[in-house]
């Protein structure tokens, strides 16, 4: 039995991990200072699940992978110069912020509202894929809202790894407490899964797939919708940076024995 | 919640929604979220989700629940998302709640923002407090805190595990109502993946998290590397101590690209701005480099302690309150074998 499937990717920016950040209050509610300066890379989580949709659909051919990704459009451009370069896919494009302190479920309708608009959506191929946290929100609430919208009840959170059968069902393993894993077997698309970091490296560049990927990158960047997301209802008391600085006692020339028992005896106060 | 912040001058219905474990009983986290509720004015209700939930209900009888709703059924059992949505849904939907307060465990963090979607309200997770003026959550990965609170209800709060002292109270007979709940799914949960006991680094309730660095699989003085000896050392304090092992990405990251390396390392390891964040009473890192973001995986650590090589390192200066500067080869072998001596 040939299987072929639709896989969806929702994903969005964030700031570049080794950037300094530190939220300013504004009249739309709190930011980041200088967000439209810092060099921004796609989520980890969402390319995660990027690198997993490309594996998946190479070992199904036939498949196609749709990027969905909600961002200033602008960035998003320059982020795609890279991640164009290590997986196949159709990028759908909306503009708008890809701040944290946005509300998940405006994010959620602007992505599910795209996703029903492609053409030849079919339901029992769809695996609709995503970070099960960002690295800006963080609230794993997102891909959930997705799949409500879109009527998909199997959902999983924390995905490290799918396995498809020949009969079309597939076993998940999910990230439980304690480094363990929840296996589940699911008996088909549609699906949500919402990824940790999978099992694949991040593949390296290869500019063929770049290539084919920018021509019908650029015209759905140009074709990008906007999208109106807000934070209506919360009221934000205060954001701040955690006060972290320690007075650290330095101890140098001091013999692995005696650091050994003084480590010892810290661990079984 | 207070009316002055919420605009709202009726008290509010909470809901504590808790899953049963395999022996029936309630775990931690659970009685830590109803703590938390107590700092809300409002009627207390508790449901309760689970193959059965008699057991549970008598364990809180003394809460001060006005009500325990339940969910009962073997279906029920399963961490799964279609069926723990659909009990959650119909619990809430029975109390009338306005707040709904979940513990962040693996099976809520799955179906939170769902269920609350379903009843049109709104879900913040990986909530670190809850007060009288609102709730307390990261953003960025743990690089910035907020205090916020929403208008929306219901609103369904997901506080994270270890935050709240969890709920004393008397025990005893406690009534219920059933909900009733008529839910399928296509998924079956056929089991538990876990590695095997000598190979289980991951300890959340160990009182000391061990965070092995990158330097660990450096060459060392002699030029060499030294990767079967590491890994040897670090298993050994693992086991010794039945600590639990973090790891900063960089040393994770060499595992995927298919380097000799620490062969019980994996993500689930990671902490940091891309891995967990986990709580524990003490931290001791090892070879650990860097500055901001990978420190965030020390944010909920209180004791900290760090063995660098470097004086300057960035991880331990101004994180740790101990920074060691010393060949972490040979102190923690030698950690080890003052552990096994005892």
Not at chain 1, 122 to 147: C, H, I, N, P, Y
Not at chain 2, 34 to 40: E, H, P, T, W
Not at chain 2, 255 to 283: C, D, W, Y
Request: glycine share 8%.
């Amino acid at each position: 039995m040939s299987l072929t499937y639709q896989i969806v990717v929702c994903g969005s920016l964030v700031p570049d991990p080794l950037q300094t950040l530190e939220p300013v209050t504004t009249t739309a509610g709190p930011a980041l200072k200088n967000e439209t300066m810092l060099p921004a890379v796609l989520d980890p989580w969402a390319g995660h699940a990027l690198f997993e949709a490309a594996y998946l659909a190479k070992n199904n051919p036939g498949s196609k992978v749709y990027f969905v990704s909600l961002a200033p459009k602008a960035k998003l451009q320059q982020v795609m110069m890279t991640v164009a370069q290590k997986a196949g896919f159709e990028l759908i494009a909306i503009d708008g912020p890809a701040s944290g302190f946005t509300e998940a479920a405006d994010v959620a309708n602007a992505l599910a509202d795209t996703i029903k608009t492609i053409p030849g959506l079919d339901m029992s191929k769809l695996l609709v894929f995503g970070g099960w946290e960002s690295a800006s929100r963080g609230a794993g609430a997102t891909m959930q809202l997705v799949g409500e919208k879109l009527g998909i009840t199997d959902q999983f959170q924390g995905v490290d790894q799918i396995t498809v059968a020949a009969d079309g069902s597939f076993e998940i393993l999910e990230r439980v407490e304690g480094g363990k894993h929840q296996a589940s077997k699911c008996a088909g698309a549609p699906a949500v899964l919402g990824w940790a970091t999978g099992n694949l490296p991040e593949p390296p560049n290869n500019p063929q797939i770049g290539m084919a990927n920018m021509r019908t990158i650029m015209p759905a960047l140009q074709k990008a919708k906007p999208a109106k997301i807000a934070a209506e209802g919360v009221t934000f008391a205060s954001v701040a940076l955690p006060k972290q600085q320690r007075q650290t006692k330095i101890v140098k020339d001091m013999s692995a024995d005696d650091i050994a028992k003084e480590i010892i005896a810290w661990i079984q106060q | 919640m207070d009316p002055a912040i919420t605009g709202d001058t009726n008290m509010e219905t909470i809901l504590v929604l808790a899953h049963t474990e395999a022996d029936g009983s309630l775990a931690k986290p659970a009685l830590e979220a109803i703590a938390a509720s107590r700092n809300i004015t409002g009627t207390l209700i508790v449901g309760l989700i689970g193959a059965d939930t008699q057991k549970a209900a008598n364990q809180i009888a003394g809460c001060g629940a006005a009500k325990f709703l339940t969910v009962t059924g073997p279906e029920f059992s399963q961490p799964r998302y279609a069926t723990d949505a659909a009990a959650a849904e119909a619990i809430a939907k029975a109390a009338a709640a306005t707040i709904i307060i979940v513990p962040h465990t693996s099976r809520w963090g799955r179906v939170a923002a769902g269920v609350a979607a379903r009843l049109s309200g709104r879900a913040d997770t990986h909530v670190t407090g809850i007060s009288a003026t609102g709730i307390t959550r990261w953003y960025y990965r743990q690089r910035m805190e907020a205090q916020m609170t929403r208008t929306q209800r219901p609103w369904l709060i997901a506080i994270d595990p270890g935050c709240t002292v969890p709920l004393e109270c008397a025990a005893g007979t406690a009534t219920t109502t059933p909900v009733a709940v008529t839910v399928s799914s296509r998924t079956q949960v056929t089991g538990i993946k876990a590695p095997e006991a000598r190979q289980q680094t991951i300890r959340p309730d160990a009182k000391l998290l061990f965070v092995a660095g990158a330097g660990w699989t450096k060459k060392q003085a002699d030029g060499a590397t030294h990767v079967p000896e590491a890994a040897e050392i670090i298993l050994g304090f693992l086991n010794a101590s039945k600590s639990s092992l973090g790891s900063s990405k960089s040393l994770v990251d060499i595992s995927g690209e298919g380097q000799a390396v620490l062969p019980f390392m994996s993500h689930l390891n990671q902490i940091g701005q891309t891995g967990s964040t986990p709580r524990h009473a003490k931290g001791l890192s090892t070879c650990c480099h860097g500055e901001e973001p990978h420190t965030v995986g020390w944010r909920f650590v209180n004791e900290r302690r760090a063995i660098s090589l470097d004086p300057n390192c960035g991880w331990a200066r101004g994180k740790a309150d101990v920074l060691y500067v010393a060949d972490a080869f040979a102190v923690m072998r030698k950690v080890t074998a003052l552990l096994a001596a005892k």
